[in-house]
């Protein structure tokens, strides 16, 4: 069992549609994370999240939202997204500013676009 | 900039085999290693990780150990299972920085 929390698992959804992704701590992790990961790559970085504040965004479409609305959750809404967006979306945290810390990742949405 | 850089196989054993995936990176400080494991239709998940020079981490029968002088954190296990098969990202993180992946290595156990 891992213990970050990322519902749905699955998730089909239509270029016109709007849903969201949750993902849910209770490490008291301060720092959170969206990865989006293709097939046989390695996880790209989306966003950062250090004590609910965005503090990274990797020139993400602006198509993908992400939210924290406390310490323990994190959000991405989608909307309009494209056939190419199809992937693993993960949700990762960590204790901020420790590099020695692993990041502990959740088991993912595999989201599919129409 | 930092970098991981590992063998993307893949890799293909019989049970009982010893593995090697081989790791190196390039990174301006000092930074820490990690070694994930991605089973089929699951996240990654952390298998052990080293944070300064000559550490060991050790986990499942899995080991690597930082080599500084060769920049590398190399993954071993004596005797693979079926159980073992996914892919396998060697990773660093250093101060300030994100979470630098290498490309994956996917390994296939079979009996």
């Known amino acids: 069992d891992t213990e970050v929390t990322q519902t749905p698992k699955h998730l089909v959804m239509g270029m016109t549609n709007k849903k969201s992704l949750k993902c849910e701590q209770h490490?008291?992790?301060?720092?959170m994370y969206w990865y989006k990961q293709k097939a046989k790559k390695p996880p790209e970085l989306m966003f950062v999240y250090s004590y609910e504040k965005l503090s990274i965004n990797e020139s993400v479409p602006s198509r993908f939202s992400p939210e924290c609305p406390n310490s323990s959750l994190l959000n991405l809404h989608l909307h309009a997204l494209q056939p190419e967006d199809s992937a693993l979306y993960l949700c990762?945290?960590?204790?901020?500013?420790?590099?020695?810390?692993?990041?502990?990742f959740g088991d993912g949405t595999r989201l599919s676009i129409l | 900039g930092n970098s991981v850089t590992q063998m993307e196989g893949p890799v293909t054993l019989s049970e009982e085999a010893f593995l090697t995936i081989n790791c190196t990176y390039t990174a301006t400080g000092y930074p820490s290693l990690f070694w994930y494991v991605q089973y089929p239709g699951e996240g990654l998940q952390l298998l052990l990780k080293a944070t300064k020079a000559d550490d060991k981490g050790s986990n499942k029968g899995f080991e690597a150990t930082y080599r500084k002088e060769t920049t590398s954190f190399h993954l071993e296990k004596g005797s693979v299972q079926v159980s073992d098969s996914a892919v396998y990202f060697c990773a660093l993180s250093e101060e300030g920085t994100a979470l630098i992946f290498g490309k994956g290595t996917t390994l296939s156990v079979s009996s």
């Open positions: 490490m008291g992790h301060r720092a």
């Open positions: 990762a945290s960590s204790q901020v500013g420790q590099s020695n810390q692993p990041q502990h």
